[in-house]
């Protein structure tokens, strides 16, 4: 379905245009897509701080890339490393010691409600419940609220006892869709913390509610609740991406490198992680922004190939 889009873009064009310097330039979208097939190599070595949720992924991440250059590497960082080139941040934060010349989405996160009730295997809830057990209004699980919104089933009477911090990026995030869903978005039971490791939630309780983030709560395998709009359930309450950051002088090498993970194979790794790739609209802009000044290959291939 890619290469048909691709194709479909192109026609449009005008089937008489070709890929020579004598025709009018592709649009860059286009131009990132078809670029992006053919992979772009700079001399040099880039060290790249990666946030916990995709430390596993970097070997196989490093691996293809010295099948494909074999004079550009990058050495993966830990998460809290100031030295590092280039910082792929969870919490949209990064060291004082980076100054970055771009900035870049890398991957998708958002907000989840997480759970602790023995008497629910599962939960179906609306943003409207949402925001009551956010702002303390719905504070008991017998409330009449949660028992229509699930369908029926009852809980028992028990508090509902929010966790009292959340993400700052998850959380602001989350409360840009309660107000864009018109509903009260004090979320006045959580405030915000720089970064929210998931610890909290090995430790929950009966009765315990926490906002928590969708990578968070898939690595401690966390059991969450279905929030349904519209008869489906959502991915994620508010969503945030996980940006790179391109720290001090702006070098190919580093843009190369970030280039080379927002490639759509480099990303299809993130489905066995615990963050979601970009969308492919917003990963060719992040693709399209990143390679500024790189080399535009003078082999690209035409849709058909």
Same mark, same amino acid.
């Given at each position: 379905m890619f290469k048909k889009a691709i194709s479909a873009t192109v026609i449009a064009l005008g089937i008489s245009m070709g890929l020579t310097a004598?025709?009018?330039p592709m649009p860059p979208d286009v131009l990132a897509a078809l670029a992006e097939q053919v992979v772009t190599c700079e001399p040099g070595s880039v060290d790249v701080a990666f946030p916990d949720s995709v430390a596993d992924l970097t070997g #196989?991440?490093? #691996?293809?890339l010295a099948d494909s250059c074999s004079d550009m590497t990058f050495n993966p960082l830990a998460s809290n490393d100031e030295t590092a080139d280039v910082i792929i941040s969870a919490t949209g934060q990064i060291a004082s010691t980076c100054k970055p010349f771009e900035r870049v989405p890398f991957a998708q996160d958002g907000t989840v409600l997480a759970f602790l009730n023995s008497e629910l295997a599962s939960l179906d809830i609306t943003p409207e419940v949402v925001a009551g057990i956010l702002s303390g209004k719905i504070n008991n699980w017998s409330d009449p609220a949660i028992t229509e919104a699930n369908g029926g089933v009852a809980a028992s009477s028990l508090p509902i006892n929010v966790l009292p911090t959340a993400q700052s990026n998850g959380l602001a995030a989350t409360k840009a869709w309660l107000k864009g869903q018109e509903l009260d978005d004090s979320a006045s039971k959580v405030s915000a913390v720089s970064f929210d490791d998931g610890s909290a939630l090995m430790a929950m309780a009966e009765g315990d509610v926490a906002l928590t983030t969708y990578s968070a709560a898939l690595y401690n395998y966390s059991t969450v609740a279905n929030v349904m709009a519209d008869g489906?359930?959502?991915?994620?309450?508010g969503g945030f991406t996980v940006d790179a950051f391109l720290c001090g002088e702006d070098t190919l090498v580093k843009r190369a490198v970030v280039k080379y993970l927002l490639r759509q194979d480099s990303q299809g790794a993130l489905l066995s992680g615990v963050v979601l790739p970009l969308a492919d609209e917003l990963r060719l802009e992040s693709v399209t922004k990143v390679s500024k000044g790189l080399p535009v290959p003078s082999d690209l291939p035409t849709p058909e190939q």
């Open positions: 004598c025709d009018p #196989g991440w490093s #691996g293809a489906q359930p959502l991915q994620y309450l």
